[in-house]
Nanobody
Framework: QVQLVESGGGLVQAGGSLRLSCAASGRSFNNYAMGWFRQAPGKERAFVAGIPWSGGSTYYADSVKGRFTISREKAKNMVYLRMNSLKPEDTAVYYC???????????????????WGQGTQVTVSS
């Protein structure tokens, strides 16, 4: 059974930091792009960051550039999202996702991802 499990969310004050982790099991995603998305109440799920299967250039939404860093640890089948200088508008449920096709770069469309975690809540207080 393929699973993506996020952890590391929580409540943090504005300006603080969190590191989200995504543990993949059931298969290896080493040849697949991975992404982080978020969904705030009343809003659509939105792309946050992505990393290609090769682990090369990373991709970010404009709203998080310079503050968030995505990384992956292939040996452990893990993906991370380091979030610094958090703002109240970063409050959302954060989801980890694995691309539908191998050997691709991450894209912003959620339809390009086949596997999703259950999400982890991040709340940033002002």
């Amino acid at each position: 059974q393929v699973q993506l499990v996020e952890s590391g969310g929580g409540l943090v004050q504005a300006g603080g930091s969190l590191r989200l982790s995504c543990a993949a099991s059931g298969r290896s995603f080493n040849n697949y792009a991975m992404g982080w998305f978020r969904q705030a109440p009343g809003k659509e799920r939105a792309f946050v960051a992505g990393i290609p299967w090769s682990g090369g250039s990373t991709y970010y939404a404009d709203s998080v550039k310079g503050r968030f860093t995505i990384s992956r640890e292939k040996a452990k089948n893990m993906v991370y999202l380091r979030m610094n200088s958090l703002k109240p508008e970063d409050t959302a449920v954060y989801y980890c996702a694995a691309a539908r096709a191998p050997y691709t770069i991450p894209v912003q469309s959620a339809t390009a991802y086949a596997y999703w975690g259950q999400g982890t809540q991040v709340t940033v207080s002002s």
